[in-house]
Nanobody
Framework: QIQLVESGGGLVQPGGSLTLSCVASGFTFNNYPMSWYRQAPGKQRELVAT???????KYADSLGDRFTISRLNIKKTVYLQMNNLKPEDTAVYYC?????????WGQGTQVTVSS
């Protein structure tokens, strides 16, 4: 079965950086786009970034160029590099892959941006 396991969250000061990782299993990783979503307290889950191929990515407009999504197919891993973090980036970050109308999610990793 499809499994997604995120890691790399934590507490970081404003302006700091974090890199999240998501290891996938149970499917042919190379063949599918992967996404990162986030959900802040009291808010709906929102799309952060999607990667189709290393040169084909898309990002939420609100992020500017602070976040970078990447993938390493040989390790079945997708990454989210986050720079210049702001308090409003505080959220649980989820890895996602979709099959038709079915979404698969990891357990999430908490990112807290606070001084």
């Amino acid at each position: 079965q499809i499994q997604l396991v995120e890691s790399g969250g934590g507490l970081v000061q404003p302006g700091g950086s974090l890199t999240l990782s998501c290891v996938a299993s149970g499917f042919t990783f190379n063949n599918y786009p992967m996404s990162w979503y986030r959900q802040a307290p009291g808010k709906q889950r929102e799309l952060v970034a999607t990667i189709f191929t290393p040169k084909n990515t898309k990002y939420a407009d609100s992020l500017g160029d602070r976040f970078t999504i990447s993938r390493l197919n040989i390790k079945k891993t997708v990454y989210l590099q986050m720079n210049n973090l702001k308090p409003e980036d505080t959220a649980v970050y989820y890895c996602n892959t979709r099959r038709g109308t079915v979404d698969y999610w990891g357990q999430g990793t908490q990112v807290t941006v606070s001084s």
